[in-house]
């Protein structure tokens, strides 16, 4: 970013993504537990928020907590006896995100289940109003694939990291997580099933309402 750039950022997120000290707790203890800097931004948590709202979701999931960052940012989105489901792999990492959410206030409306994604989403009854993906990205388009049994018509389906650091319109980049990021890409762009469109923060954000069964 150039000086004038990053000068905006911290303008438009001190009006429109700011934190309060629970979110800010999250962040700093990334570097203190030396955790993955990997969660959302605060300007891609305040937008998960706005989405969240927009379709009226009262059930969301995710899959890959984390430290509970984005899931606090859609947690405090939910309406009463709203709820968020989120799964993570890592107990270390679990660990933290209990601690997180009973920090933010909104302990009581999620439920963490920690284990493998995929059986994990098999477990799991809809339907969905929303489901945000942020964990590992080679098995994306199996991720769809268990999502399009839970999501809801007329629901929300979210996507980190769609742009990969600027590699995935490398054409001399590889790797599996690339390959499957570029396959879900292709595979939601191509559903009729979805209207997608690609929300430039960070490193892009996928949108995608579903509007057929």
Sequence with gaps: MT????RLAAYLAGLFAREDPALAAVRAGHTQAALPTIHVSPEEGAILRMLIRLVGARRVLEVGTLSG???IWMARALPPGGRL???E???RHAAHAREAFDRAGVADRVELICGAALDTM???E???DAIFLDADKAPLPDYLEASLRL????????CDNTFMDGRIAD???EGSDLRGMREFNRLVAEDPRFVTAVIPVRDGLLAAVRVGA
């Design 3 to 6: 000086a004038d750039a990053d």
């Design 69 to 71: 960052y984005s899931g």
């Design 85 to 87: 489901v989120t799964i």
């Design 89 to 91: 792999g890592d107990e």
């Design 122 to 124: 098999a477990t799991l």
């Design 126 to 128: 809809g339907p969905f």
């Design 151 to 158: 999501l809801r018509v007329g629901g929300l389906l979210l």
């Design 171 to 173: 054409p001399e980049a």
